[in-house]
């Protein structure tokens, strides 16, 4: 089993270009992680999810302490067999969940009680619950239970979030089995105050973890406070250790935040999109079930070759949205992880090429040039 770490292999200003080894596998970084809550990216299959070229996925201690059970999951060989993905998988660690979704919700100093959205029944999600649960899933990279502080809050409310949050990360350090091949993650939490984003990572770094992640972004304040939040944030990480945005994002987002030396993201938003229709393409996005699209022979986006661009037209996948067929939940899908992966991958080399402003400058020309018309 090898060890887990990570290298630094080149940079561009801010921009990294990194290795990320763990007991599963090898992580390219600057990289995008599918989101598979439940222990499946919907609508795709692990072996379609690995041909868009995705190294890692992410899985959910909430959702599978619910169902079907974490130990019920470690009888049956852990996720990664469960679901048949043999790659590395990192795994939230509930806190998000239970303040967004749980009913009912008590929290103190111990942890999180709260009501299941699924039938009710209650349970507690303490720091040492949450690192046991993904422990039992076998989780490449687990995360420190923490409160995604909610926004907007004020400087009072975010900052007693954020320390309550340290206080439970120095517990999910302590309860965090090590072992060659796993890492946790520590989470900079603070709302959009700088000050207390310094005093988070200060707090982390000082108890030290495997990689940092910043959470709380990407809630409702905006790309330009997002990034605000960044430009303050990242630089005081430690520069050997990979940086994960949480829950982030829409393209343009993702383009942003390399540039000011994020290394892993993940989001809902390419594959909720494609199950609603929409389409991430170089030109921006493309809404498939619009009328315009219904004799159109052409792909979706010449530059890809996704099954959804090299094998239809956009008047059949038209014709699939319209008609609620499943397939075009599962070609749609396909295509935006596809085209995230393809970001990702063209980043990297624009990093290893010194030329990472200049592939920001043309994504962002290309995509206001927005979908074109058939002739």
Not at 124 to 135: A, D, F, G, V, Y
Not at 234 to 260: C, E, F, H, T
Request: charge should be negative; glycine fraction near 10%; charged fraction near 20%.
């Amino acid at each position: 089993m090898s060890g887990f770490g990570f290298e630094l292999l080149g940079g561009d200003r801010a921009a990294r270009l990194g290795r990320l080894t763990t007991a599963h596998g090898v992580i390219h970084t600057p990289a995008f992680m599918p989101v598979g809550t439940a222990g499946t990216v919907k609508a795709m299959t692990p072996e379609s999810v690995a041909a868009t070229g995705a190294e890692i996925v992410l899985g959910n201690t909430y959702h599978l302490m619910l169902r079907p059970g974490a130990e019920r999951v470690a009888r049956l060989g852990g996720l990664h067999a469960f679901m048949n993905w043999p790659g590395p998988i990192l795994t939230d660690s509930g806190g998000f969940q239970v303040m967004s979704l749980a009913k009912l919700r008590k929290l103190d100093e111990n942890g999180v009680t709260f009501q299941s959205h699924l039938d009710g029944s209650r349970h507690l999600l303490t720091p040492e619950r949450s690192m046991e649960i993904q422990h039992l899933l076998d989780a490449d990279v687990s995360m420190a239970f923490d409160e995604c502080t909610p926004f907007p809050a004020t400087a009072e409310q975010a900052a007693r979030s954020m320390q309550l949050s340290m206080r439970w990360a120095r517990r999910s350090k302590d309860a965090f089995v090590a072992r060659p091949g796993y890492g946790l993650f520590g989470i900079v939490q603070g709302g959009v105050h700088a000050d207390l984003r310094a005093e988070s990572a200060a707090a982390l770094t000082t108890i030290g973890f495997d990689g940092y992640a910043v959470g709380g972004l990407a809630v409702g304040e905006g790309q330009e406070t997002m990034f605000q939040v960044l430009d303050a944030t990242v630089p005081l990480l430690p520069a050997d250790r990979p940086r994960y945005l949480m829950g982030v994002g829409k393209p343009d987002d993702l383009v942003g935040a390399v540039l000011r030396g994020i290394d892993m993201f993940d989001c809902v938003i390419p594959t909720r999109s494609g199950r609603t229709g929409q389409a991430f393409t170089r030109r921006g996005p493309v809404n498939i079930r619009n009328a315009r699209h219904m004799d159109d022979p052409r792909p979706l986006d010449e530059a890809c070759s996704c099954p959804a661009c090299s094998r239809y037209s956009r008047a059949y996948l038209h014709h699939l949205a319209r008609a609620d067929e499943v397939l075009g939940l599962m070609l749609m899908t396909w295509h935006n992880l596809h085209y995230y992966q393809d970001l990702m991958r063209s980043l990297r080399h624009a990093i290893a090429e010194g030329r990472a402003q200049d592939f920001a400058a043309a994504f962002a020309a290309d995509q206001a040039l927005g979908d074109i018309e058939p002739l």
